[in-house]
Protein backbone atom coordinates (compact mmCIF):
# COMPACT_ATOMS: atom_id res chain seq x y z
CA UNK A 1 0.00 0.00 0.00
CA UNK A 2 1.55 3.48 -0.82
CA UNK A 3 0.28 4.96 2.13
CA UNK A 4 2.46 6.95 3.68
CA UNK A 5 3.94 5.05 7.14
CA UNK A 6 4.42 8.35 9.51
CA UNK A 7 1.26 9.99 8.55
CA UNK A 8 -0.37 6.62 9.19
CA UNK A 9 1.07 6.35 12.18
CA UNK A 10 0.31 9.62 13.60
CA UNK A 11 -3.51 9.27 12.57
CA UNK A 12 -3.36 5.85 14.14
CA UNK A 13 -2.18 7.23 17.67
CA UNK A 14 -3.87 10.22 17.90
CA UNK A 15 -7.27 8.37 17.10
CA UNK A 16 -5.76 5.96 19.63
CA UNK A 17 -6.68 3.19 16.81
CA UNK A 18 -3.30 1.37 17.94
CA UNK A 19 -1.80 1.51 21.40
CA UNK A 20 1.92 3.30 21.14
CA UNK A 21 3.75 -0.40 22.13
CA UNK A 22 1.84 -2.44 19.78
CA UNK A 23 2.98 -0.08 17.40
CA UNK A 24 6.37 0.05 18.20
CA UNK A 25 6.71 -3.69 17.80
CA UNK A 26 5.30 -4.05 14.35
CA UNK A 27 7.39 -1.02 13.50
CA UNK A 28 10.55 -2.99 14.75
CA UNK A 29 9.33 -6.07 12.99
CA UNK A 30 8.85 -4.19 9.38
CA UNK A 31 12.19 -2.90 9.57
CA UNK A 32 13.76 -5.96 10.18
CA UNK A 33 11.67 -7.69 7.51
CA UNK A 34 11.60 -4.89 5.58
CA UNK A 35 7.68 -5.31 4.92
CA UNK A 36 4.72 -3.18 5.26
CA UNK A 37 4.25 -1.41 8.73
CA UNK A 38 0.41 -1.75 7.98
CA UNK A 39 0.70 -5.49 6.26
CA UNK A 40 2.16 -6.41 10.28
CA UNK A 41 -0.30 -4.74 11.86
CA UNK A 42 -3.25 -6.42 9.79
CA UNK A 43 -1.70 -9.45 10.38
CA UNK A 44 -0.80 -9.19 14.06
CA UNK A 45 -4.13 -8.30 14.75
CA UNK A 46 -3.47 -5.46 16.46
CA UNK A 47 -5.59 -3.39 13.89
CA UNK A 48 -8.41 -4.22 11.88
CA UNK A 49 -9.01 -3.57 8.31
CA UNK A 50 -12.43 -1.38 8.76
CA UNK A 51 -10.28 0.56 11.43
CA UNK A 52 -7.33 1.09 9.21
CA UNK A 53 -9.84 2.30 6.40
CA UNK A 54 -11.44 4.67 8.79
CA UNK A 55 -8.29 5.95 10.25
CA UNK A 56 -6.93 6.78 6.50
CA UNK A 57 -10.19 8.00 5.26
CA UNK A 58 -10.08 10.82 8.23
CA UNK A 59 -6.83 11.36 7.47
CA UNK A 60 -8.16 12.81 4.45
CA UNK A 61 -11.16 13.97 5.25
CA UNK A 62 -13.65 11.93 3.72
CA UNK A 63 -15.77 9.17 4.40
CA UNK A 64 -14.71 5.53 4.84
CA UNK A 65 -16.34 3.08 2.02
CA UNK A 66 -16.11 -0.46 3.21
CA UNK A 67 -16.35 -2.10 -0.16
CA UNK A 68 -15.89 -5.50 1.50
CA UNK A 69 -19.29 -5.25 3.85
CA UNK A 70 -21.25 -2.95 1.92
CA UNK A 71 -20.18 -3.56 -1.55
CA UNK A 72 -21.83 -1.27 -4.58
CA UNK A 73 -24.40 -3.52 -7.18
CA UNK A 74 -22.93 -4.78 -10.57
CA UNK A 75 -25.20 -2.19 -11.80
CA UNK A 76 -23.75 0.61 -10.03
CA UNK A 77 -20.45 -0.45 -10.63
CA UNK A 78 -20.79 -0.80 -14.40
CA UNK A 79 -21.87 2.93 -14.44
CA UNK A 80 -18.24 3.43 -14.85
CA UNK A 81 -16.55 2.19 -18.08
CA UNK A 82 -14.22 -0.21 -17.31
CA UNK A 83 -11.21 1.75 -18.62
CA UNK A 84 -12.27 4.87 -16.74
CA UNK A 85 -12.78 3.01 -13.45
CA UNK A 86 -9.40 1.14 -13.78
CA UNK A 87 -7.41 3.90 -14.62
CA UNK A 88 -9.07 6.38 -12.17
CA UNK A 89 -9.66 3.81 -9.52
CA UNK A 90 -12.68 4.39 -8.47
CA UNK A 91 -16.56 2.42 -8.27
CA UNK A 92 -20.07 4.59 -7.52
CA UNK A 93 -20.48 3.93 -3.61
CA UNK A 94 -24.01 5.21 -3.33
CA UNK A 95 -26.22 7.43 -5.97
CA UNK A 96 -29.21 9.53 -5.16
CA UNK A 97 -31.10 11.94 -7.79
CA UNK A 98 -28.46 14.84 -7.39
CA UNK A 99 -25.78 13.30 -6.02
CA UNK A 100 -23.37 10.27 -5.80
CA UNK A 101 -20.91 9.19 -3.82
CA UNK A 102 -17.73 7.55 -5.38
CA UNK A 103 -15.02 5.25 -3.44
CA UNK A 104 -11.30 5.67 -4.35
CA UNK A 105 -7.91 4.66 -2.84
CA UNK A 106 -6.64 8.13 -3.50
CA UNK A 107 -9.42 10.89 -2.96
CA UNK A 108 -6.37 13.76 -3.47
CA UNK A 109 -6.19 13.58 -6.87
CA UNK A 110 -8.12 15.95 -8.95
CA UNK A 111 -7.93 14.37 -12.28
CA UNK A 112 -10.04 12.02 -10.86
CA UNK A 113 -13.20 14.78 -9.90
CA UNK A 114 -12.94 15.99 -13.20
CA UNK A 115 -13.17 12.44 -15.28
CA UNK A 116 -16.34 11.78 -12.67
CA UNK A 117 -18.39 15.54 -13.49
CA UNK A 118 -18.05 14.37 -16.91
CA UNK A 119 -19.72 11.21 -16.31
CA UNK A 120 -22.49 12.88 -13.88
CA UNK A 121 -23.20 16.09 -15.02
CA UNK A 122 -25.26 18.03 -12.80
CA UNK A 123 -24.55 15.64 -9.82
CA UNK A 124 -23.07 16.62 -6.82
CA UNK A 125 -20.06 14.13 -6.44
CA UNK A 126 -18.54 13.03 -3.12
CA UNK A 127 -15.23 11.07 -2.68
CA UNK A 128 -14.90 8.39 0.16
CA UNK A 129 -12.00 6.24 0.75
CA UNK A 130 -11.89 2.59 -0.12
CA UNK A 131 -8.90 -0.21 0.34
CA UNK A 132 -7.24 -0.51 -2.31
CA UNK A 133 -8.06 -4.66 -2.19
CA UNK A 134 -11.44 -3.97 -1.94
CA UNK A 135 -11.75 -2.23 -4.67
CA UNK A 136 -9.90 -4.20 -6.85
CA UNK A 137 -12.03 -6.93 -5.52
CA UNK A 138 -15.03 -4.55 -7.05
CA UNK A 139 -13.42 -4.49 -10.18
CA UNK A 140 -14.13 -8.18 -10.74
CA UNK A 141 -17.73 -7.29 -11.62
CA UNK A 142 -16.37 -6.08 -15.15
CA UNK A 143 -15.09 -9.37 -15.86
CA UNK A 144 -17.42 -11.92 -17.94
CA UNK A 145 -15.65 -14.97 -18.43
CA UNK A 146 -15.48 -16.38 -22.00
CA UNK A 147 -17.80 -19.23 -20.91
CA UNK A 148 -20.70 -16.71 -21.04
CA UNK A 149 -19.96 -15.62 -24.44
CA UNK A 150 -19.75 -18.92 -25.32
CA UNK A 151 -22.93 -19.95 -23.99
CA UNK A 152 -24.97 -17.23 -26.33
CA UNK A 153 -23.06 -18.16 -29.75
CA UNK A 154 -25.06 -21.63 -29.04
CA UNK A 155 -28.20 -19.59 -28.00
CA UNK A 156 -27.87 -17.22 -31.97
CA UNK A 157 -26.94 -20.70 -33.48
CA UNK A 158 -23.90 -19.49 -34.20
CA UNK A 159 -25.02 -16.05 -35.64
CA UNK A 160 -23.10 -14.29 -33.03
CA UNK A 161 -19.65 -15.48 -34.65
CA UNK A 162 -18.30 -12.13 -34.71
CA UNK A 163 -19.08 -10.63 -31.36
CA UNK A 164 -17.34 -13.97 -29.99
CA UNK A 165 -13.94 -13.09 -31.84
CA UNK A 166 -14.54 -9.73 -30.26
CA UNK A 167 -15.06 -11.04 -26.94
CA UNK A 168 -12.05 -13.69 -26.88
CA UNK A 169 -9.63 -10.71 -28.62
CA UNK A 170 -11.26 -7.86 -25.83
CA UNK A 171 -10.56 -10.57 -23.10
CA UNK A 172 -6.96 -11.36 -24.24
CA UNK A 173 -6.38 -7.38 -23.97
CA UNK A 174 -8.03 -6.90 -20.74
CA UNK A 175 -5.81 -9.42 -19.11
CA UNK A 176 -2.95 -8.05 -21.19
CA UNK A 177 -2.19 -11.61 -22.66
CA UNK A 178 0.85 -11.56 -25.46
CA UNK A 179 -0.74 -14.31 -27.72
CA UNK A 180 -3.97 -15.99 -28.08
CA UNK A 181 -4.23 -19.89 -28.56
CA UNK A 182 -7.33 -21.54 -29.79
CA UNK A 183 -6.26 -25.48 -29.81
CA UNK A 184 -9.38 -27.87 -31.98
CA UNK A 185 -10.01 -31.00 -30.15
CA UNK A 186 -12.25 -34.37 -31.49
CA UNK A 187 -15.36 -32.54 -29.46
CA UNK A 188 -14.17 -29.24 -28.12
CA UNK A 189 -11.76 -25.52 -28.63
CA UNK A 190 -9.51 -24.77 -25.91
CA UNK A 191 -8.68 -20.94 -25.81
CA UNK A 192 -5.96 -20.20 -24.17
CA UNK A 193 -4.09 -16.62 -23.50
CA UNK A 194 0.02 -16.33 -22.28
CA UNK A 195 0.36 -13.71 -20.13
CA UNK A 196 3.23 -12.55 -18.65
CA UNK A 197 5.08 -15.53 -20.24
CA UNK A 198 2.81 -18.42 -18.44
CA UNK A 199 -0.33 -20.33 -20.81
CA UNK A 200 -4.00 -19.89 -19.08
CA UNK A 201 -7.18 -21.33 -19.94
CA UNK A 202 -9.65 -19.15 -20.77
CA UNK A 203 -13.01 -20.70 -21.54
CA UNK A 204 -13.78 -24.05 -23.76
CA UNK A 205 -16.26 -23.72 -26.32
CA UNK A 206 -18.23 -26.59 -28.63
CA UNK A 207 -16.29 -27.57 -31.37
CA UNK A 208 -19.42 -27.27 -33.81
CA UNK A 209 -19.06 -23.38 -34.36
CA UNK A 210 -14.83 -23.71 -34.41
CA UNK A 211 -15.57 -24.11 -38.22
CA UNK A 212 -16.85 -20.40 -38.74
CA UNK A 213 -14.78 -18.48 -36.28
CA UNK A 214 -11.64 -19.96 -38.86
CA UNK A 215 -13.37 -18.67 -41.62
CA UNK A 216 -14.27 -15.25 -40.37
CA UNK A 217 -10.55 -14.77 -38.89
CA UNK A 218 -9.26 -16.30 -42.15
CA UNK A 219 -11.40 -13.20 -44.44
CA UNK A 220 -9.98 -10.56 -41.72
CA UNK A 221 -6.27 -11.46 -42.31
CA UNK A 222 -6.88 -11.71 -45.61
CA UNK A 223 -6.27 -15.64 -45.99
CA UNK A 224 -7.65 -18.37 -48.06
CA UNK A 225 -10.60 -20.00 -46.93
CA UNK A 226 -10.75 -22.88 -48.95
CA UNK A 227 -7.13 -24.18 -47.50
CA UNK A 228 -7.35 -26.46 -44.81
CA UNK A 229 -3.93 -28.02 -45.07
CA UNK A 230 -1.14 -26.16 -45.21
CA UNK A 231 0.67 -23.58 -42.78
CA UNK A 232 -1.02 -19.83 -43.61
CA UNK A 233 0.33 -16.00 -41.75
CA UNK A 234 -1.46 -12.98 -41.84
CA UNK A 235 -2.58 -9.85 -39.93
CA UNK A 236 -5.36 -8.01 -38.41
CA UNK A 237 -6.03 -4.88 -37.42
CA UNK A 238 -8.51 -4.76 -34.64
CA UNK A 239 -10.49 -1.37 -33.56
CA UNK A 240 -11.53 -1.84 -29.95
CA UNK A 241 -14.19 -0.87 -28.29
CA UNK A 242 -11.67 -0.29 -24.95
CA UNK A 243 -8.33 0.86 -26.27
CA UNK A 244 -8.05 4.38 -27.96
CA UNK A 245 -5.58 2.90 -30.61
CA UNK A 246 -5.60 -0.07 -32.90
CA UNK A 247 -4.45 -3.20 -32.05
CA UNK A 248 -2.31 -5.07 -34.62
CA UNK A 249 -2.90 -8.74 -34.30
CA UNK A 250 -0.65 -11.46 -35.88
CA UNK A 251 -2.48 -14.29 -37.49
CA UNK A 252 -0.71 -17.42 -37.61
CA UNK A 253 -2.86 -20.81 -39.01
CA UNK A 254 -1.67 -24.37 -38.42
CA UNK A 255 -3.03 -27.70 -39.69
CA UNK A 256 -3.59 -30.55 -37.02
CA UNK A 257 -5.36 -34.16 -36.67
CA UNK A 258 -7.94 -32.57 -34.90
CA UNK A 259 -8.06 -29.12 -37.43
CA UNK A 260 -6.48 -25.73 -37.83
CA UNK A 261 -5.06 -24.15 -34.47
CA UNK A 262 -4.97 -20.74 -35.14
CA UNK A 263 -2.09 -18.56 -32.90
CA UNK A 264 -2.67 -14.85 -32.64
CA UNK A 265 0.27 -12.61 -31.49
CA UNK A 266 -1.06 -9.39 -29.65
CA UNK A 267 1.37 -6.35 -31.11
CA UNK A 268 0.15 -4.14 -28.49
CA UNK A 269 0.77 -0.53 -27.11
CA UNK A 270 1.30 -2.41 -23.33
CA UNK A 271 4.09 -4.32 -24.70
CA UNK A 272 6.23 -1.28 -26.24
CA UNK A 273 7.52 1.85 -25.07
CA UNK A 274 10.35 0.79 -21.87
CA UNK A 275 13.34 2.30 -21.56
CA UNK A 276 16.64 0.87 -20.64
CA UNK A 277 15.78 1.29 -16.37
CA UNK A 278 12.04 -0.24 -16.66
CA UNK A 279 13.10 -3.52 -18.03
CA UNK A 280 14.94 -4.60 -15.25
CA UNK A 281 18.80 -3.49 -16.18
CA UNK A 282 21.09 -2.43 -13.16
CA UNK A 283 22.46 0.93 -13.69
CA UNK A 284 25.79 -0.21 -13.77
CA UNK A 285 24.48 -2.38 -16.80
CA UNK A 286 22.79 0.80 -18.43
CA UNK A 287 26.23 2.74 -18.54
CA UNK A 288 27.30 -0.10 -20.08
CA UNK A 289 25.47 -0.31 -22.91
CA UNK A 290 24.92 3.27 -23.19
CA UNK A 291 28.75 3.24 -23.40
CA UNK A 292 28.90 0.53 -26.07
CA UNK A 293 25.99 2.33 -27.97
CA UNK A 294 27.64 5.56 -27.96
CA UNK A 295 30.70 4.07 -29.83
CA UNK A 296 30.72 4.73 -33.96
CA UNK A 297 31.18 1.11 -34.67
CA UNK A 298 30.83 -2.29 -33.98
CA UNK A 299 28.54 -4.78 -33.58
CA UNK A 300 26.04 -5.31 -30.44
CA UNK A 301 24.26 -8.49 -30.47
CA UNK A 302 20.99 -9.40 -27.83
CA UNK A 303 20.51 -13.39 -27.02
CA UNK A 304 17.82 -15.45 -25.56
CA UNK A 305 15.07 -17.65 -27.17
CA UNK A 306 12.08 -16.53 -28.41
CA UNK A 307 10.45 -14.11 -26.20
CA UNK A 308 13.02 -13.20 -23.90
CA UNK A 309 12.50 -9.73 -24.27
CA UNK A 310 15.03 -9.27 -27.20
CA UNK A 311 13.25 -6.59 -29.16
CA UNK A 312 12.07 -4.51 -26.45
CA UNK A 313 16.06 -4.31 -25.75
CA UNK A 314 17.04 -3.57 -28.90
CA UNK A 315 14.76 -0.80 -29.19
CA UNK A 316 15.67 0.68 -26.01
CA UNK A 317 19.17 0.82 -27.77
CA UNK A 318 17.88 2.08 -30.58
CA UNK A 319 15.92 4.61 -28.35
CA UNK A 320 18.82 6.59 -27.19
CA UNK A 321 20.68 6.37 -30.35
CA UNK A 322 17.43 7.79 -32.46
CA UNK A 323 18.64 11.60 -32.15
CA UNK A 324 18.53 13.91 -35.02
CA UNK A 325 21.49 13.87 -37.35
CA UNK A 326 22.22 9.75 -36.73
CA UNK A 327 20.50 7.74 -39.54
CA UNK A 328 19.28 4.22 -38.07
CA UNK A 329 17.64 1.78 -40.50
CA UNK A 330 16.48 -1.37 -39.27
CA UNK A 331 15.75 -4.67 -41.11
CA UNK A 332 12.75 -6.56 -39.19
CA UNK A 333 10.62 -9.53 -39.25
CA UNK A 334 7.96 -8.32 -38.45
CA UNK A 335 8.45 -4.37 -37.54
CA UNK A 336 6.84 -4.67 -34.25
CA UNK A 337 6.26 -1.36 -33.15
CA UNK A 338 7.08 2.18 -35.36
CA UNK A 339 9.50 4.37 -34.11
CA UNK A 340 9.45 8.21 -35.11
CA UNK A 341 12.62 9.25 -37.26
CA UNK A 342 13.75 5.54 -38.08
CA UNK A 343 13.56 3.96 -41.37
CA UNK A 344 12.19 0.31 -40.63
CA UNK A 345 12.33 -1.96 -43.51
CA UNK A 346 10.00 -4.85 -43.32
CA UNK A 347 11.59 -8.40 -44.84
CA UNK A 348 9.37 -10.01 -46.98
CA UNK A 349 9.60 -13.43 -48.44
CA UNK A 350 7.44 -13.19 -51.58
CA UNK A 351 9.35 -10.66 -52.54
CA UNK A 352 12.83 -12.03 -51.59
CA UNK A 353 13.46 -9.03 -49.02
CA UNK A 354 15.73 -11.22 -47.22
CA UNK A 355 17.88 -10.01 -43.97
CA UNK A 356 20.85 -10.33 -45.75
CA UNK A 357 19.19 -8.69 -49.01
CA UNK A 358 17.92 -5.68 -46.75
CA UNK A 359 20.61 -5.54 -45.70
CA UNK A 360 23.44 -4.66 -48.64
CA UNK A 361 21.08 -2.51 -49.44
CA UNK A 362 20.79 -0.50 -46.26
CA UNK A 363 24.65 -0.11 -46.84
CA UNK A 364 23.91 2.31 -49.57
CA UNK A 365 21.64 4.33 -47.84
CA UNK A 366 24.54 5.87 -45.51
CA UNK A 367 23.15 4.38 -42.07
CA UNK A 368 25.13 5.06 -38.70
CA UNK A 369 23.39 2.95 -36.99
CA UNK A 370 21.53 -0.65 -38.24
CA UNK A 371 19.80 -3.01 -36.74
CA UNK A 372 19.06 -6.51 -38.39
CA UNK A 373 15.95 -8.38 -36.49
CA UNK A 374 18.11 -11.26 -36.21
CA UNK A 375 21.39 -13.42 -37.33
CA UNK A 376 21.18 -16.63 -38.47
CA UNK A 377 22.78 -17.41 -41.28
CA UNK A 378 26.22 -16.88 -42.57
CA UNK A 379 25.18 -14.59 -45.70
CA UNK A 380 23.55 -11.96 -43.20
CA UNK A 381 26.51 -12.20 -40.50
CA UNK A 382 28.84 -12.14 -42.63
CA UNK A 383 27.27 -8.84 -44.02
CA UNK A 384 26.83 -7.50 -40.63
CA UNK A 385 30.21 -8.20 -39.74
CA UNK A 386 31.20 -5.88 -42.34
CA UNK A 387 28.81 -3.52 -41.78
CA UNK A 388 30.72 -3.15 -38.22
CA UNK A 389 33.98 -3.15 -39.95
CA UNK A 390 32.92 -0.25 -42.55
CA UNK A 391 32.23 2.14 -39.55
CA UNK A 392 28.48 1.26 -38.92
CA UNK A 393 26.89 0.29 -35.60
CA UNK A 394 25.41 -3.03 -35.75
CA UNK A 395 22.36 -4.23 -33.63
CA UNK A 396 20.84 -7.27 -33.94
CA UNK A 397 19.46 -10.75 -32.21
CA UNK A 398 21.34 -13.90 -32.63
CA UNK A 399 19.88 -17.22 -30.90
CA UNK A 400 22.33 -18.64 -27.80
CA UNK A 401 21.59 -19.59 -24.35
CA UNK A 402 24.08 -16.94 -22.66
CA UNK A 403 26.56 -14.83 -23.91
CA UNK A 404 29.58 -17.01 -23.40
CA UNK A 405 27.79 -19.50 -26.10
CA UNK A 406 26.87 -16.81 -28.32
CA UNK A 407 30.77 -16.41 -29.25
CA UNK A 408 31.51 -19.75 -30.32
CA UNK A 409 28.16 -19.92 -31.99
CA UNK A 410 28.44 -16.71 -34.20
CA UNK A 411 31.97 -18.26 -35.26
CA UNK A 412 30.23 -21.33 -36.50
CA UNK A 413 28.47 -19.84 -38.69
CA UNK A 414 31.83 -19.45 -40.61
CA UNK A 415 32.70 -15.98 -40.31
CA UNK A 416 36.46 -15.07 -40.03
CA UNK A 417 37.13 -15.41 -35.23
CA UNK A 418 39.73 -12.57 -36.02
CA UNK A 419 36.83 -10.07 -37.60
CA UNK A 420 34.38 -11.59 -34.73
CA UNK A 421 36.77 -10.34 -32.52
CA UNK A 422 37.52 -7.13 -33.98
CA UNK A 423 33.75 -6.03 -34.01
CA UNK A 424 32.08 -7.24 -31.51
CA UNK A 425 31.47 -5.04 -28.74
CA UNK A 426 28.57 -6.14 -26.42
CA UNK A 427 27.11 -9.02 -25.94
CA UNK A 428 23.60 -9.23 -23.82
CA UNK A 429 22.25 -12.31 -22.46
CA UNK A 430 18.68 -12.07 -21.49
CA UNK A 431 15.25 -13.91 -19.98
CA UNK A 432 11.92 -12.46 -18.83
CA UNK A 433 10.79 -13.66 -15.36
CA UNK A 434 7.21 -13.20 -14.15
CA UNK A 435 7.42 -10.05 -11.51
CA UNK A 436 5.88 -10.07 -8.15
CA UNK A 437 2.15 -8.32 -7.80
CA UNK A 438 2.79 -5.01 -6.03
CA UNK A 439 -1.18 -5.05 -5.09
CA UNK A 440 -0.61 -8.61 -2.69
CA UNK A 441 3.13 -9.13 -2.38
CA UNK A 442 3.95 -10.13 1.70
CA UNK A 443 7.34 -10.85 3.03
CA UNK A 444 9.03 -14.26 4.69
CA UNK A 445 11.60 -15.37 6.04
CA UNK A 446 12.43 -18.98 4.58
CA UNK A 447 14.13 -21.25 6.99
CA UNK A 448 17.54 -23.32 6.71
CA UNK A 449 14.85 -27.08 5.98
CA UNK A 450 12.81 -24.73 3.12
CA UNK A 451 16.05 -23.77 1.44
CA UNK A 452 17.07 -26.73 1.12
CA UNK A 453 14.37 -27.77 -0.53
CA UNK A 454 15.39 -25.54 -3.46
CA UNK A 455 18.81 -26.99 -5.55
CA UNK A 456 22.18 -26.25 -3.86
CA UNK A 457 23.08 -22.93 -5.74
CA UNK A 458 20.12 -21.12 -4.35
CA UNK A 459 21.12 -22.37 -0.40
CA UNK A 460 24.82 -20.88 -1.82
CA UNK A 461 23.47 -17.48 -2.54
CA UNK A 462 20.22 -16.91 -0.02
CA UNK A 463 21.24 -17.03 3.91
CA UNK A 464 18.59 -18.76 6.15
CA UNK A 465 16.05 -16.72 7.85
CA UNK A 466 16.96 -13.33 4.92
CA UNK A 467 13.55 -11.28 3.38
CA UNK A 468 12.30 -13.17 0.24
CA UNK A 469 8.71 -12.00 -0.91
CA UNK A 470 6.02 -13.52 -2.77
CA UNK A 471 2.44 -12.06 -4.31
CA UNK A 472 -0.48 -13.87 -1.90
CA UNK A 473 -3.11 -13.46 -5.35
CA UNK A 474 -5.61 -11.20 -5.82
CA UNK A 475 -7.88 -9.77 -7.96
CA UNK A 476 -5.03 -7.38 -9.82
CA UNK A 477 -2.89 -10.45 -10.15
CA UNK A 478 -5.85 -12.52 -11.74
CA UNK A 479 -4.37 -14.67 -8.47
CA UNK A 480 -1.38 -15.90 -9.80
CA UNK A 481 0.76 -13.80 -7.67
CA UNK A 482 2.80 -12.23 -10.15
CA UNK A 483 1.91 -9.16 -12.72
CA UNK A 484 3.88 -8.14 -14.99
CA UNK A 485 7.72 -9.23 -16.14
CA UNK A 486 11.06 -8.03 -15.54
CA UNK A 487 14.30 -9.04 -17.43
CA UNK A 488 17.02 -10.89 -15.68
CA UNK A 489 20.43 -10.39 -18.12
CA UNK A 490 24.30 -11.18 -18.44
CA UNK A 491 26.06 -8.25 -20.07
CA UNK A 492 29.62 -9.48 -21.92
CA UNK A 493 31.66 -6.80 -23.29
CA UNK A 494 34.82 -7.42 -25.54
CA UNK A 495 38.58 -6.34 -23.93
CA UNK A 496 42.57 -6.59 -25.73
CA UNK A 497 42.39 -10.19 -23.85
CA UNK A 498 38.80 -11.80 -25.13
CA UNK A 499 39.67 -10.10 -28.61
CA UNK A 500 42.68 -12.25 -28.83
CA UNK A 501 40.54 -15.34 -27.00
CA UNK A 502 37.82 -15.10 -29.63
CA UNK A 503 40.94 -14.97 -32.98
CA UNK A 504 41.76 -18.23 -31.67
CA UNK A 505 37.95 -19.66 -31.76
CA UNK A 506 37.48 -20.51 -28.20
CA UNK A 507 34.80 -22.83 -26.63
CA UNK A 508 32.17 -21.38 -24.69
CA UNK A 509 34.45 -23.02 -21.26
CA UNK A 510 37.07 -20.91 -22.84
CA UNK A 511 35.43 -17.98 -22.85
CA UNK A 512 33.60 -18.34 -19.17
CA UNK A 513 37.03 -18.96 -17.66
CA UNK A 514 38.53 -15.80 -18.64
CA UNK A 515 35.19 -13.54 -18.14
CA UNK A 516 34.72 -14.70 -14.45
CA UNK A 517 37.71 -13.18 -13.21
CA UNK A 518 36.64 -9.65 -14.51
CA UNK A 519 33.35 -9.00 -12.63
CA UNK A 520 31.17 -11.10 -15.06
CA UNK A 521 27.55 -11.46 -13.03
CA UNK A 522 25.78 -14.49 -14.84
CA UNK A 523 21.80 -13.93 -15.48
CA UNK A 524 21.40 -16.62 -12.59
CA UNK A 525 23.45 -14.05 -10.11
CA UNK A 526 21.42 -11.54 -11.78
CA UNK A 527 18.24 -13.31 -10.83
CA UNK A 528 19.32 -14.04 -7.03
CA UNK A 529 20.02 -10.25 -6.98
CA UNK A 530 15.85 -9.33 -8.38
CA UNK A 531 14.70 -12.48 -5.56
CA UNK A 532 16.69 -10.08 -2.90
CA UNK A 533 15.07 -7.09 -4.53
CA UNK A 534 11.72 -8.46 -3.97
CA UNK A 535 11.13 -8.11 -7.90
CA UNK A 536 10.77 -11.62 -8.02
CA UNK A 537 10.73 -15.38 -6.99
CA UNK A 538 13.26 -18.18 -6.20
CA UNK A 539 10.56 -20.37 -8.24
CA UNK A 540 10.32 -18.05 -11.08
CA UNK A 541 14.19 -17.62 -11.73
CA UNK A 542 14.75 -21.61 -11.60
CA UNK A 543 11.94 -21.89 -14.23
CA UNK A 544 13.39 -19.24 -16.51
CA UNK A 545 16.83 -19.14 -15.57
CA UNK A 546 17.63 -22.81 -14.99
CA UNK A 547 20.63 -23.22 -12.90
CA UNK A 548 23.54 -21.94 -14.67
ZN1 LIG B 1 -1.79 -9.75 -6.73
Do not use: W
Not at 63 to 76: H, R, V
Not at 142 to 160: N, P, T
Amino acid sequence: MKFNDEALKRILLEGSYVEQKDLDKAEVYAKEHRSSLVDNLLSEGLLSRDILGQAIAESYGVKYADLDSNGPTKEQVLLIPQDVAKKARVVVFAQKKTSVTVATDDPTRIDVATTLQSLFPGKKITLAFALPDDLDAVFANYYQGLEASFAKIAESKGRAIPEIIDHIIEDALLLRASDIHCEPSEKTVMIRFRIDGVLHDAGEMPREYYDNIVNRLKVQAKLRIDEHFTTQDGAIRHISANHAEPVDLRISIVPTLDGEKIAIRVLSSYVRDLALSDIGLTARMQEKIVESAKKPFGMILVTGPTGSGKTTTLYSIIKILNTRGANVTTIEDPVEYKIQGVNQIQVNMQTQLTFAKGLRAVMRQDPNTILVGEIRDFETADIAVNAALTGHLLLSTFHANNAATAIPRFIEMGVEPFLVGSTLELIVAQRLVRRICESCKVSFSPSKTELEKYPEEIARHIAPNSTLYRGKGCETCSHTGYKGRVGVFELLSTSPELQDLIAKTPSTKDVMELVKNNGFISMFEDGIEKIKAGLTTVEEVLRVVGKV
